[in-house]
């Protein structure tokens, strides 16, 4: 089982949709929970992070972060044709600048 | 903002020889550098911790003889890979940790695809 899971999609939305994005993991030392977005052939650009349990709002960008569930999200609200990307999840026991492990990512492409 | 810079971007080998990826930090120092490889549609899966003026840390299962990196300096790291072969075509990231103050973040570098044939 990987440490942490991420449906790979790809997710098409309308543009204006809300969208979802998920991952799973099995490790419980995990505190630090980031997500990154990466456009095609070019390195991860980090979106936001989150420490420990909780929601964190930038923008139209919502994280939260259910560590009884092991569960983390990020919700994109009144997406645009420019948020398609790949959305990678990261997570760390020690810190955002600490050894990162990552998923698999999620390929979203909204539509006009 | 902070920039980290890789290069080649792309790089075309034959099998058997050797290649370097360098990674700088651009306007910081960066003590440790990270680099991770990136096969389709798969996620990143970091390969070693470099740290400037000693050596590197390697993730199980990396051949520390295969990928040799070098942190020569506060703002370079190398990769190189050594007797390169087709399986190791890949996309190759590296990151640098800034620690100046009030930061204490990742950036990630641009990625080198890297096509041996």
């Known amino acids: 089982q990987k440490e942490v899971e991420q449906d790979p999609g790809p997710l098409s939305v309308p543009e204006g949709a809300i969208v979802s994005l998920n991952c799973t993991y099995s490790?419980?030392?995990?505190?630090?929970f980031m997500w990154y977005r990466q456009y095609s052939r070019k390195g991860p650009e980090l979106l936001m992070y989150?420490?420990?349990?909780g929601n964190k709002e930038d923008g139209r960008f919502t994280a939260q972060v259910d560590k009884s569930s092991k569960y983390i999200s990020l919700f994109i609200r009144d997406s645009q044709p420019s948020d398609s990307a790949t959305y990678l999840c990261a997570m760390s026991n020690t810190g955002t600048a600490s050894k990162l492990t990552f998923g698999t990512g999620t390929r979203l492409q909204v539509t006009l | 903002g902070a920039v980290v810079s890789q290069h080649p971007s792309r790089v075309i080998c034959k099998s058997g020889t050797s290649v370097k990826i360098e990674c700088r930090s651009l306007?910081?120092?960066?003590?440790?550098m990270f680099w991770y490889r990136q096969f389709p549609k798969q996620s990143l899966m970091l390969m070693a911790t470099s740290n400037e003026g000693s050596k590197a840390t390697y993730e199980q299962g990396v051949e520390k003889d295969k990928f040799l990196i070098n942190h020569a300096s506060l703002t370079l790291s190398t990769l190189t890979v050594t007797s390169a072969h087709p399986e190791d075509s890949s996309f190759y990231i590296c990151?640098?940790?800034?620690?100046?103050?009030?930061?204490?973040?990742?950036?990630f570098g641009e990625g080198s695809w890297l096509t041996v044939v």
């Open positions: 306007d910081f120092q960066a003590t440790t």
């Open positions: 990151s640098a940790r800034d620690l100046r103050t009030g930061q204490n973040t990742i950036y």
């Open positions: 490790n419980s030392a995990f505190q630090y």
């Open positions: 989150t420490y420990s349990s």
